[in-house]
């Protein structure tokens, strides 16, 4: 009995490993063609009035 929930437990979890795998190739799939099409600009912005202090 234990030996056969222990075969579960692997099989679901690669199962589960696999399902979030491909889940998180098509989202960055998706994104990276929607990405694509439009043009990128960088942005930088500073801020003088800020002051910081770097204590060693």
Do not use: D, G, H
Not at 26 to 50: C, D, F, H, I, V
């Amino acid at each position: 009995m234990k030996n056969r929930k222990q075969i579960w437990y692997i099989v679901s979890s690669i199962f589960f490993a696999a399902v979030l795998f491909i889940y998180a190739t098509t989202t960055n799939y998706q994104n990276n063609s929607s990405a694509r099409q439009t043009t990128s600009e960088t942005y930088a912005n500073s801020l003088p009035s800020l002051q910081n202090a770097i204590k060693y």
